[in-house]
């Protein structure tokens, strides 16, 4: 169940696999080298992506890159699970009795839903049980512990930020409610992991088969109390710690390494209610002996089959026809990725309103995020004044409602040419428009402001009257003029001319902050939406609305041919509130 269909459930590309995929890509030019631990976002353990890079250089880069590993990680913990079960038992319970434990052991794990679910993502959750399995007995608990911390304690005591950067983010303090959440989410319908990625919502670890079977051998171990019994019950706490502790509870990704255990005592349940079914034929029924024992063993295996029919349904059934999955796992823009990746080399790509450094489109643009020029189409339209090439907007229309018909108006030549559906709901378009298209740039004013590398060429008046606290939507249409290397912000500020004061202001880098001015190509014109609110103690009459830009470090560029550095592009009126 952990390969089958893979390359088409889960769908599409979620941003931290696309991330390993990409750390995977990128291993060969890390500095320093080689990486024990990646100091990037909140911090990124190693070896899911070392994994992934030893698949590339068989396959090269692809999507499924991370989904195989885990797959193969989370199929090979079966039989180490197996072997460590057979370790464990063989001299407390005889080799017989230990062989039956490890078979319904592994056969438990390898029909759990959480552990199949998790095992088809591509991410670094189920290396976790992968290597706990195998780490039994002193001698290797030692060995295992040596290597892995060696490395990793060198990077945290160079680096010791990254030591308690994520776990300051993510641990909670209610531990008891932790604690009760974690353990409800094993076994109550209703109380697992409500994550659409890691779990069917809601539905608990085990289900009611593997739930008896695993309370029989959670009152074994406690009943026996031998070594063995004794390390599964510490096995489960301490892997079930890292959810408890932490906020969202039950977190299945963080409790994965449990699952071992938990499997482990779903086999001991299985091998006790065979014991105590013998027993009781024994006692009650000594002549049927045999053929209760035939029933036992019959039974348990319907139930077994119940339970993996019960996990293939789950998962490839319910959870697949899920529709939230299409945005849980980014297939939308895969979809944009892949029609980019497409597209001839030449051809200039503007995306809205995804960020460029996005890592599912990062991944699928070859790791190149200025492949592409992203802006915030809830906020500004961007477009070629001439199009030089054939030149294609990529955008996601269920977020961004603006570009669309903005670019419809200014290239009446260009045309829808694909387009994307979540269910009945249309989601992206790919608006093309061919090469020496010149844009229809209609501000209501024109203006002409000149700053060198950037002109200011009109606004659209905002409607007015105002009052103090309202906001005022201020749409300006700025041009690149030349290449810039420097980071432009923009200002307006509502500006009482008689008194000097001013009384509301926008400061940003262009497009709310998504389009910064070295990312323009020579031509780009930007038609930004601006927002400027108004201070609520603002006294009623007139003000200017002015607009310029400054550097990030704070002078103003000067506008050219002028002695200032503003321009001042309207006036409004606040009236009395």
């Not at 994520?166 to 604690?179: C, E, K, P, S, Y």
């Not at 809830?378 to 090439?389: E, I, L, M």
């Not at 810039?484 to 307006?492: A, H, I, L, Q």
């Not at 607009?547 to 009126?573: C, F, K, M, W």
Request: charged fraction near 15%; include cysteine; proline fraction near 8%.
């Amino acid at each position: 169940m952990r390969f089958y269909r893979i390359d088409q459930i889960p769908p599409g590309l979620h941003y931290d696999e696309a991330f390993n995929n990409l750390l995977a890509l990128r291993l060969p030019q890390w500095e320093p080298f080689p990486p024990f631990f990646f100091d990037v976002e909140f911090g990124r353990s190693v070896l899911h992506p070392y994994l992934i890079a030893l698949l590339f250089q068989i396959t090269g880069p692809i999507v499924l890159g991370g989904r195989l590993v885990s797959a193969l990680a989370g199929t090979l913990t079966v039989p180490l699970l197996s072997f460590t079960v057979w370790e464990m038992f063989r001299e407390e319970a005889g080799k017989r009795r230990a062989a039956a434990l490890a078979l319904t052991s592994a056969l438990s794990l390898a029909l759990l839903y959480w552990h199949v679910h998790l095992s088809r993502i591509g991410m670094e959750y189920v290396m976790v049980p992968a290597l706990a399995v195998p780490a039994f007995g002193a001698a290797i608990v030692a060995c295992v512990a040596l290597l892995a911390v060696a490395p990793l304690a060198h990077f945290f005591l160079t680096h010791p930020y990254w030591l308690t950067s994520r776990a300051g983010q993510v641990v909670r303090g209610d531990l008891l409610t932790g604690i009760a959440k974690t353990v409800g989410g094993l076994f109550l319908q209703g109380y697992g992991d409500l994550n659409q990625r890691q779990n069917l919502p809601g539905r608990p670890a085990l289900d009611a088969i593997q739930t008896a079977l695993f309370l029989l051998g959670l009152g074994t171990c406690a009943a026996r109390r031998r070594p063995p019994h004794l390390f599964l019950l510490c096995w489960l706490g301490v892997m079930l710690l890292p959810s408890a502790l932490t906020d969202y509870p039950p977190h299945f990704g963080r409790m994965l390494g449990a699952a071992p255990a938990v499997a482990a005592l779903a086999g001991l349940g299985t091998v006790t209610f065979y014991d105590l079914s013998q027993a009781i034929a024994a006692r009650w029924l000594p002549r049927a002996r045999r053929m209760g024992s035939a029933a036992s063993a019959l039974l348990l295996s319907v139930a077994f089959a119940l339970t993996g029919i019960r996990t293939a349904r789950d998962y490839f059934v319910a959870w697949e026809q899920s529709s939230d999955l299409f945005i849980a796992f980014d297939v939308g823009l895969r979809w944009i990725g892949e029609q980019i990746a497409a597209l001839p080399p030449e051809e200039r790509v503007y995306v809205s309103p995804t960020d460029r450094f996005w890592k599912t489109l990062e991944f699928l643009l070859d790791g190149d995020p200025f492949r592409t020029h992203n802006y915030n189409g809830r906020r500004c339209v961007v477009y070629p004044a001439v199009t030089d090439t054939p030149t294609t907007h990529m955008i996601v229309v269920l977020e961004d409602p603006n570009s669309l018909p903005a670019l419809q108006a200014a290239f009446p030549d260009g045309r829808v040419v694909q387009e994307l559906y979540m269910g009945d709901t249309r989601y992206a378009v790919a608006y093309r428009t061919p090469a020496g298209s010149a844009a229809r740039i209609s501000p209501a004013r024109e203006l002409g402001a000149d700053w060198g590398q950037i002109r200011l060429l009109g606004y659209d008046p905002p409607a007015g009257p105002f009052a103090p606290g309202d906001t005022i939507p201020l749409r300006l249409y700025w041009q690149s003029l030349a290449r810039m290397d420097e980071r432009y912000k923009m200002f307006v500020h509502l500006w009482d001319a008689a008194s000097g004061e001013i009384w509301g202001q926008e400061d940003a880098h262009p497009c709310d902050n998504s389009y910064y001015t070295p990312w323009w190509a020579v031509g780009d014109v930007v038609v930004n939406e601006h927002r400027i609110p108004i201070n609520p103690e603002t006294p009623p009459g007139e003000y200017q609305l002015l607009a310029g830009l400054y550097r990030e470090d704070g002078p103003r560029l000067p506008v050219l041919g002028t002695d200032s550095d503003y321009v001042v592009v309207t006036t409004v009126q606040v009236a009395a509130p």
